[in-house]
């Protein structure tokens, strides 16, 4: 499948793995998705490989810098920024105007850049400059919702939290796993629904699943690996 950025983050280096679709009984409800994410889980059974080696700041605005903007071009930007500060200090040395000079390609610009500086502030503040580590914690940060924060908590520090995107929030509904109508619904549905021993990489499998088989208007069912697991009554067949 495709390995382009992920929220902005760049991706790991390329590795070989062979992607079975073992068959399975039809499943339903919390066992669909258990059923789902171990057949995502053998296809892919290092979502996270070369994630560890990122910084907890760093992944963090680039999480924040990712709204409404593409992943690659949140990853350059991210890169030109870091190039030139490595922590919430150096954030406020920066300022407010040349960080939003700088990120003005991702879009938003003046309101992220102000909220990079008050997060920086915040994280001095309140916890000595450092990321904290659950995504509770993170959604006191200005301009961090749950979505960036359970992301970061996720990648960063591997709470088992599953953030959900535009992705993640069709593939719920679509299979479904865990219908609901808005992003909380869905998140609380995910948290009951899938087993903890998932947690840790199903935003990952359940991202790229959206992203490269599941999409929005054209979903390849034809070479879908959970397709007999799913129960949308659109499905190619």
């Given at each position: 499948?495709?390995?382009d950025?992920?929220h902005?983050?760049?991706?790991p280096p390329?590795?070989?793995?062979?992607?079975?679709?073992?068959a399975?009984?039809?499943?339903a409800g919390?066992?669909?998705?258990?059923?789902?994410?171990a057949?995502l889980?053998?296809?892919d059974?290092?979502?996270?490989?070369?994630?560890?080696r990122?910084?907890?700041?760093?992944?963090?605005?680039?999480?924040?810098?990712s709204?409404?903007?593409?992943?690659?071009?949140?990853?350059?930007i991210?890169?030109?920024?870091?190039?030139?500060?490595r922590?919430p200090?150096g954030m406020?040395?920066?300022?407010?105007?040349?960080?939003?000079?700088i990120?003005?390609p991702?879009?938003?610009?003046?309101?992220?850049?102000?909220?990079?500086?008050?997060l920086?502030a915040?994280?001095?503040?309140?916890?000595?400059?450092?990321?904290?580590r659950?995504?509770a914690?993170?959604r006191?940060?200005?301009?961090?919702?749950r979505?960036?924060?359970?992301?970061t908590?996720?990648?960063a520090f591997h709470?088992?939290?599953?953030?959900?995107d535009?992705h993640v929030?069709r593939?719920s509904?679509r299979i479904?796993?865990?219908?609901?109508a808005t992003?909380?619904?869905?998140?609380?549905?995910l948290?009951?629904?899938v087993?903890?021993?998932?947690?840790?990489?199903a935003?990952i499998?359940?991202?790229r699943?959206?992203?490269?088989?599941?999409t929005a208007?054209?979903?390849a069912?034809?070479?879908?690996?959970?397709?007999d697991?799913?129960?949308w009554?659109?499905?190619e067949?």
């Open positions: 499948m495709a390995r950025t992920l902005g983050i760049p991706p390329p590795r070989n793995s062979a992607r079975t679709a073992a399975s009984p039809v499943a919390a066992g669909r998705a258990e059923a789902v994410l057949r889980a053998e296809a059974p290092d979502p996270k490989a070369g994630f560890d990122t910084d907890p700041f760093r992944l963090l605005v680039t999480v924040l810098l709204a409404q903007s593409t992943g690659p071009t949140v990853s350059r991210a890169e030109a920024l870091f190039a030139r500060v922590d200090a406020l040395d920066l300022g407010e105007a040349r960080i939003a000079e990120i003005r991702v879009g938003l610009g003046p309101s992220k850049a102000r909220n990079i500086v008050k920086s915040t994280l001095i503040s309140a916890f000595g400059g450092a990321v904290p659950s995504s914690e993170m006191r940060l200005p301009g961090i919702g979505k960036s924060a359970e992301v908590a996720n990648f709470e088992p939290v599953i953030a959900v535009t929030f593939v509904n479904p796993l865990a219908p609901g992003v909380d619904a869905v998140a609380n549905g948290a009951m629904a087993p903890e021993r998932f947690k840790d990489g935003h499998w359940l991202f699943h959206g992203r490269d088989t599941c208007r054209k979903p069912c034809m070479r879908c690996p959970v397709a697991l799913c129960a009554p659109g499905k067949v």
